[in-house]
Structure formats: structure tokens, C-alpha cells
């Protein structure tokens, strides 16, 4: 143990100082941890929403969209996307039909979105259509030549539907009539209700046959989209060109990233303007350590004559101090990490925190701690504390023995 340390541990264990430094240097310990807490709490809520909200949208998204923007639709959409699925680190390229419908039961109605699909690919890839939280994935007509829809367990449970009830679908795509252009309208019979676990999908998404929707949409053998999903979704980019470049003119390729840019860079600047703000607690307690230093050089000045006088080197007396508020820094960082990780893991994992998920798209406060910012977060409340002894430590380095000892 080298005698700058032995010095430094002596000083903050020592019994004999006055209760107002062991006061000080308390709530200096405490702002540290509490600061490093909170904002491993606020990074690990932030990491937690973006990752879950990506991991939802991914669930039931393409990560690629191929469209024909000005084109009555994609045709000859089997052979293209059998041509797209060749491209590397595609997992599927399958086509579906979008379309914005009115849907009526029970005297109630609201707009949803009905996509097309073929059920024999599409189950395979979309993770919701793997999720039934009741009835089956099954399109096949009933003996009245009704035929299935899969709707989403939340606007099930707003409207207490379930498998067996019978909706209405009204397509603004009207046809032409003796009487005018009239809208289209179909029934069909609820079949299936599935759970994504994100909100805004379990509530205002619905999944037909590709026939129906292509029929409800007024389309011949069309499709509006070709989506393709990857075996690594940060692929996207180069997945998108090379799409595009094989399906020739007039096609165009959106991203997952493209498409939901404005919410996770939202997130960014949340966890930025967190960290900043957060930061600050720690900055704060890092003050408190100057002060504890101060007090302590001039409770100890009469200690420090007397090491000078006996031999210490100025660069000893220096490092004595700088030991203490490293010291302190180091228990209040450690023991804020323990802490806010320690809650961060319960807290997602036993979902403490509930939400409202009209409001948020998701039902519960996520937590996904990450080692990296805990890292960083405890090289910024070191550097924090070590530079909050700088001052005090010069200042006792300087004392002048003769002064101090002169009338001992």
C-alpha cells in the first residue's frame, strides 16, 4: 500500500473529524450514486423502448418495401418476387395488397387497414399471423360462401368481437352502377384474432385472402407491394438497391429505417437531452467533493506541515487528496450502478412500471440495461469526481509549513 493511499484512507475513516465533513462527505457519496442511478434508470427505459417498439414494428412490417408509385399495381407479381427472393440475405419477398377500408359491426364503424396476403408464405413470416390470441389462420368460405378475416385483439376486445361474428368491409374503391359509382362492400366472418403486442396494429390492422382484397379493391391479378424480409434487418439499405435494380424502371423501395426515421430519431434525441440533463446531478455532486476537499485541507493543514516538514514531496501531498475525492467518487458510482441496474432488471422483468398502450403502443415501461452505458456513465462520474479534487489538491500542496507551524 502505497503511503498516499494509507494517508487518504486514514483521513476518510478517521473517527476524530468533524461531524459536518462526515455530513459533506456523505451526501457527497450520495449525489454520485444517485446521480450515476438515475440515468442508468433513464438510458435502460430509453434503450428499452426503442429496441421494443423496433422489435414490434419489425414483427409485423417488411424490413423492405417494393412499390410501383404511379403504376395501377405490380403485375406478374409471382414471377418478380420468385426473381427478388434470389438476392442475398433475403429470407422472403412476398406480395400483399393494401388497402383502407370502413369497417361496420354492431352499429359501430371505424377506418382500418386490410392487407391481402397468401396465407401459406405469409404465415411463415409475419410474426403476428404466428401470435392467435383466439380462432385459426382460415380464409376458406363458411356454407353461406363467407369468407375469412383475421382481425387484431384489440379492436376484438374494444368491440367484443371473436371467432364465429360476421363484419363488414366498404371499400372506397366504388364500382360503377346504372345508379352511379357505389362503394364496395363484403362480409366476411372473424376467424381469427392475433396478438402483435403493438397497439397500433391489434387496432386498426386486419388480414384478408389476397383475392378478397384485390376484389374489394376493384384490382385485377394486381398487388400495390412486394415485401421482403431479412435475415438481418440493418441490411435494409443495400437489399432496397439491389431491388430496385433488378425489378427495372418505374419501381421504387422504402426501408423500415425510412419509414419510421422521424420516431427513433425522437428516441435519439431523448436519450441525448437525458443524458445531458441527468448528467447534471452528478455534476452537482462532484461540487459537494470539492467542497468536502476544501474543508478537509483546511481541517488537516496542521497534518500536512507536519509531512512536508518530515520529508513529503508537494506531489505526495497532492496525491493524498486526489485519492480522497477519487475515493468517494468510485463508492458513489458503484454503488449507484448496483442500484440502477439492480432496478432496471426487476422492473423489466416483473413489468413494475404499467402503461397505457393507446397512449405509448406498448403496456408496460421496458427496461433493456446496457452494459456500454454503464460503462461510459462511470468514466463520466469519475472524471466528474477527479476533477473536482484538482483544486483542493493544488491548494494543500502549496501550503507553507513555517506559516502553519509557527505558533505550535
Not at 103 to 130: C, H, P, W, Y
Not at 206 to 216: D, G, K, T
Not at 333 to 362: K, S
Request: a neutral charge; hydrophobic letters at 50%; proline letters at 5%.
Amino acid at each position: 500500500m502505497s503511503i498516499e493511499w494509507f494517508v487518504a484512507k486514514r483521513y476518510l475513516r478517521s473517527p476524530n473529524r468533524p461531524a459536518v465533513l462526515r455530513l459533506v462527505t456523505a451526501f457527497s457519496v450520495l449525489g454520485v450514486a444517485a446521480g450515476v442511478c438515475t440515468l442508468v434508470i433513464a438510458l435502460a427505459m430509453n434503450t428499452g423502448f426503442r429496441e421494443t417498439l423496433q422489435e414490434h414494428l419489425l414483427s409485423v412490417t417488411s424490413h423492405v418495401s417494393l412499390t410501383r408509385p404511379g403504376a395501377s399495381g405490380i403485375h406478374d407479381y409471382q414471377a418478380l418476387a420468385k426473381k427478388l427472393s434470389a438476392i442475398p440475405g433475403v429470407r422472403s419477398a412476398t406480395p400483399a395488397v393494401y388497402q383502407t377500408v370502413l369497417m361496420s359491426f354492431g352499429g359501430q364503424a371505424r377506418g382500418i387497414v386490410t392487407k391481402g396476403i397468401e396465407a401459406s408464405s405469409e404465415a411463415k413470416n409475419d410474426e403476428a399471423l404466428g401470435k392467435l390470441a383466439a380462432g385459426k389462420l382460415d380464409f376458406s368460405p363458411d356454407e353461406d360462401g363467407t369468407e375469412g378475416i383475421v382481425i387484431g385483439k384489440q379492436l376484438a376486445s374494444d368491440w367484443k368481437m371473436g371467432p364465429g361474428d360476421y363484419v363488414t368491409l366498404t371499400s372506397p374503391q366504388g364500382r360503377l352502377t346504372p345508379f352511379g359509382l357505389l362503394p364496395r362492400t363484403r362480409r366476411f366472418r372473424v376467424t381469427g384474432v392475433f396478438d402483435s403486442g403493438f397497439y397500433d396494429y391489434d387496432a386498426n390492422w386486419c388480414f384478408l385472402n389476397m383475392a378478397s382484397a384485390q376484389e374489394l379493391a376493384g384490382a385485377s391479378d394486381v398487388v400495390n407491394v412486394i415485401e421482403f424480409r431479412l435475415n438481418n434487418p440493418e441490411q435494409a439499405d443495400r437489399v432496397a438497391h439491389e431491388a430496385m435494380t433488378l425489378a427495372g424502371e418505374g419501381f421504387s423501395a422504402t426501408t423500415w429505417m425510412e419509414e419510421n426515421r422521424p420516431l427513433f430519431r425522437a428516441l435519439r434525441l431523448e436519450k441525448l437531452v437525458t443524458a445531458i440533463f441527468i448528467g447534471l446531478i452528478t455534476f452537482v455532486a462532484g461540487l459537494n467533493i470539492l467542497a468536502v476537499l476544501s474543508m478537509t485541507v483546511t481541517d488537516k493543514a496542521r497534518d500536512v506541515a507536519v509531512l512536508l516538514s518530515m520529508g513529503a514531496r508537494r506531489e505526495q501531498i497532492r496525491t493524498i487528496f486526489l485519492w480522497q475525492g477519487i475515493a468517494i467518487g468510485a463508492c458513489g458510482t458503484l454503488a449507484g450502478l448496483a442500484l440502477g441496474y439492480a432496478f432496471a432488471f426487476c422492473a423489466g422483468v416483473w413489468h413494475w412500471i404499467p402503461l397505457d398502450p393507446q397512449v405509448y403502443a406498448v403496456a408496460y415501461v421496458p427496461f433493456h440495461p446496457n452494459p456500454l452505458d454503464g460503462l461510459w456513465i462511470s468514466l463520466a462520474a469519475m472524471a466528474i469526481a477527479a476533477s473536482a479534487t484538482l483544486i483542493p489538491a493544488r491548494a494543500a500542496a502549496k501550503l507553507l509549513p513555517v506559516e502553519i507551524l509557527r505558533y505550535e
